[in-house]
């Protein structure tokens, strides 16, 4: 469950996160933070701790309510699932086509950077697949 405002920029190394669980974008990323008025780069820290991980709030000096504070997805069925959470609640969820998300669809309902995640999420699961043939 990433944090809604964290934009995914790339995939990270496994090194750091030895031991722990597997990330919900299906791997760690690098990326932004797009939850004040402008753009922040995140520490290694919050990246692992906030980010990645989600519920940020009381976590993160940046975080501000509204958009909830985590972000869940699944895939089904050929589409991409995903509810925003917000102190364990659901507050906003839909679905998209998988070639939705590949084709750049926005979810409608969710901050921005959920798109970029979808999108990250999606890669990371068929990365996955790969790994199993």
């Keep these: 469950m990433s944090c809604p405002y964290f934009e995914p920029l790339a995939p990270m190394e496994w090194t750091s996160w030895r031991g722990l669980l597997r990330p919900p974008l299906g791997a760690p990323h690098s990326g932004i933070c797009r939850c004040g008025a402008e753009e922040a780069q995140p520490s290694p820290a919050e990246l692992l701790e906030s980010c990645n991980m989600g519920y940020a ?6 975080f501000r309510p509204g958009a909830g504070d985590a972000v869940r997805f699944t895939i089904a069925g050929g589409a991409l699932r995903w509810l925003i959470e917000a102190d364990g609640l659901p507050v906003a969820a839909g679905e998209l086509a998988l070639d939705a998300v590949d084709a750049g669809a926005e979810p409608e309902g969710a901050p921005a950077a959920v798109a970029v995640q979808m999108r990250a999420y ?5 990365a996955s697949l790969e790994d199993v043939e």
């Design 122 to 126: 999606v890669a990371a699961y068929r």
């Design 57 to 62: 709030g009381g976590r993160c000096a940046r």
